[in-house]
């Protein structure tokens, strides 16, 4: 007997069932439609359930957190940027290490960007370094004066020892040789060391003459090697200066400091104010030499003139050098030049001198001088800048300690210390000089 309740049952069972799974068709449609509602449209009698899902994807949009919509849309923006920055790059390696489909083509790109990244590093720390240690010149300017101070003119005659003083003394010729020996120099010619080799075989038997010719008149080393030099007026004589003379009238030696270097007794002579530029103003002065009281050296310098050296404001002697011989006029002009640096260490060290009386190469002669002949040898050179000890340093001493000293090889650590100790001045002068002569032609100049 049919049951007449069955097809209701049937159908109020069925019609939620329905709907059951047209909500759930219709929630994958909303998921489905949220992951392509860029790519599909709904038409014809489709509408009305698009629509529906339409609605379910916006309640499902609205019912999401600000912060978590916010989020995905940096990460989308950054997504975006990276791959644009992947694609229009021109920075080789960090293109490819992006772009590449295969990790082991990544890896090697990688690896390839990393030694790259360090070689950079290196290079940039090489220029610093070597930036570091360089030099830096503050400036330079160009300034044109209406006067000038001139250096200092120092003068040496090719002479060492007076002839007369040495006979009067009754010195032989082969120890007068040897006293010339005490001026250690360098010998160019084979026959001047062949000579020099000669004497230094009887250096005992010279040292002890000289050492009884000192005690029979009562004397040092030092002192004899003092009387036994020209002094000043021999070079310069003496005049008395006039009414008609100019206010530039003086006499020579008034003013000469007395200095030795290894072509002898030299002469420094203080510099003057120029006034104005060209020949005839500047510094002028007249040097005779009197040959008839020259003793000839085994080791000086061949020449029959004088070596002038220029120097600005300082101590020492710098190595500018000119031989000027006898019997010429000479003329000397000069361009001066200015170096003001400023002590920046560690790029650039100098020694600061508010009086401008400092000298690097007084200052490294003295150190090494110091450190090597004074200490070891307990005596001085006679050409040293600044002699610490009063015992002159004889032919003898020399061959047997300061020689020996001075290239023994654990020397090199007393250079090395002498040289981080004088340091350049942070403010000298540069003297460019063109030397011009002419002889003198007339008999009342050469009288």
């Known amino acids: 007997m049919p049951n007449p309740t069955h097809p209701t049952v049937d159908d109020s069972h069925r019609q939620p069932m329905e709907r059951t799974s047209e909500g759930r068709n219709g929630n994958r449609d909303g998921q489905f439609r949220a992951q392509t509602t860029d790519r599909i449209s709904c038409d014809g009698s489709d509408k009305a359930r698009g629509m529906r899902l339409f609605r379910s994807f916006r309640s499902k949009r609205k019912s999401r957190s600000p912060h978590e919509s916010t989020s995905d849309q940096s990460c989308s923006e950054q997504d975006d940027n990276l791959r644009i920055f992947s694609e229009t790059t021109t920075l080789h390696g960090l293109r490819d290490v992006i772009l590449s489909t295969s990790n082991c083509l990544k890896i090697v790109w990688a690896i390839i960007l990393f030694f790259a990244l360090l070689l950079t590093l290196q290079g940039c720390y090489e220029v610093l370094k070597e930036y570091s240690k360089k030099s830096v010149v503050i400036s330079y300017f160009i300034q044109k004066k209406t006067s000038m101070k001139l250096p200092d003119l120092i003068i040496c005659p090719f002479n060492r020892f007076n002839l007369s003083y040495l006979q009067e003394m009754n010195i032989s010729e082969p120890l007068s040789q040897y006293l010339e020996l005490t001026y250690p120099t360098i010998m160019y010619h084979r026959f001047q060391l062949l000579r020099a080799e000669e004497i230094m075989v009887n250096s005992d038997l010279y040292d002890e003459q000289l050492q009884s010719i000192l005690r029979q008149n009562n004397l040092n080393f030092s002192d004899f090697i003092q009387r036994a030099s020209l002094n000043c007026p021999a070079f310069f004589p ?210």
């Open 238 to 447: 003496l005049r008395e200066c006039t009414e008609d003379d100019d206010e530039n009238c003086i006499n020579p030696c008034s003013e000469a400091t007395e200095m030795y270097t290894s072509a002898g007794r030299c002469f420094r002579f203080p510099s003057s104010i120029q006034n104005a530029s060209g020949y005839g103003h500047g510094y002028s002065i007249i040097v005779n030499l009197p040959y008839e009281l020259y003793h000839t050296g085994v080791n000086q310098i061949l020449n029959d003139g004088i070596l002038v050296k220029l120097v600005g404001d300082g101590k020492g002697v710098n190595y500018d050098m000119s031989l000027i011989p006898a019997g010429v006029h000479a003329i000397i002009p000069l361009t001066a030049t200015r170096y003001d640096f400023m002590n920046d260490p560690p790029r650039y060290e100098c020694e600061e001198d508010p009086l401008d009386t400092y000298s690097s190469l007084h200052c490294f002669e003295s150190c090494v001088h110091h450190g090597i002949a004074e200490d070891k040898c307990k005596c001085s050179l006679v050409a040293s800048v600044n002699p610490k000890r009063y015992d002159i340093c004889t032919a003898k001493v020399i061959r047997a300690c300061v020689i020996p000293e001075f290239y023994n090889p654990d020397q090199h650590l007393q250079v090395e210390k002498c040289n981080i100790k004088c340091k350049p001045p942070c403010k000298s002068w540069a003297f460019t000089k063109q030397l011009s002569y002419a002889p003198l032609s007339t008999n009342m100049v050469r009288d």
